[in-house]
T-cell receptor
Framework: QQQVKQSPQSLIVQKGGISIINCAYE??????FPWYQQFPGKGPALLIA?????SEKKEGRFTISFNKSAKQFSLHIMDSQPGDSATYFC??????????FGTGTRLKVLA | GAVVSQHPSRVICKSGTSVKIECRSL??????MFWYRQFPKQSLMLMAT?????????EQGVEKDKFLINHASLTLSTLTVTSAHPEDSSFYIC????????????FGPGTRLTVL
């Protein structure tokens, strides 16, 4: 009920390509879905987040797609760059409740 | 805005000693701070949630007496690892949630603890 399943575990994309990472949740009480980017030896940085009242949110090259009925959400990175190579975590939360994190996706963008 | 700092960034200590890690919200007041532990190539594991002025809430399996958390003000929380052992070596990360944004958590840069 509290799990957030994230896939794929790792992803290799050519420079300029689209990176897609998927997450699925079970608890319908979740109403906040952030994505974090983490570089080795650093803390996670908030990339973009979405509430379930919208199906898509775009910020620059990053887009979240949200499917409430399927309880799934995904991160799309357009025009992927080598500098995007990092680990990405999805999370789900509700109000002041703690986050439940996905297992992470290691993205490598080839130059 | 929304900057969280941690100190120290890296610490090496001998087995049996105690280590204190500070987490500060620099430009906002944090009603709630979270402490996470992260092993190499793994996700973040929530250890405890602390609210300013009250006792921390620990996750199942986390030893309260070993990982002491104090959230003394709206900008400072501390994690003390008592009687540290090599198995406590890990990357510890704090996050803070502000008064005005109930949802967003902003993470610190992390502290690498190595216990010899």
């Amino acid at each position: 009920q509290q799990q957030v399943k994230q896939s794929p575990q790792s992803l290799i994309v050519q420079k300029g390509g689209i990176s897609i990472i998927n997450c699925a949740y079970e608890n319908t009480a979740f109403d906040y879905f952030p994505w974090y980017q983490q570089f080795p030896g650093k803390g996670p940085a908030l990339l973009i987040a979405i509430r379930p009242d919208v199906s898509e949110k775009k910020e620059g090259r990053f887009t979240i797609s949200f499917n409430k009925s399927a309880k799934q959400f995904s991160l799309h990175i357009m025009d992927s760059q080598p500098g995007d190579s990092a680990t990405y975590f999805c999370a789900a939360g509700s109000g002041t409740y703690k986050y439940i994190f996905g297992t992470g996706t290691r993205l490598k963008v080839l130059a | 805005g929304a900057v969280v700092s941690q100190h120290p960034s890296r610490v090496i200590c001998k087995s049996g000693t105690s280590v204190k890690i500070e987490c500060r919200s620099l430009d906002f007041q944090a009603t709630t701070m979270f402490w996470y532990r992260q092993f190499p190539k793994q996700s973040l594991m929530l250890m405890a949630t602390s609210n300013e002025g009250s006792k921390a809430t620990y996750e199942q399996g986390v030893e309260k007496d070993k990982f002491l958390i104090n959230h003394a003000s709206l900008t400072l929380s501390t994690l003390t690892v008592t009687s540290a052992h090599p198995e406590d070596s890990s990357f510890y990360i704090c996050s803070a949630r502000g008064l005005q944004g109930w949802y967003e958590q902003f993470f610190g840069p992390g502290t690498r603890l190595t216990v010899l």
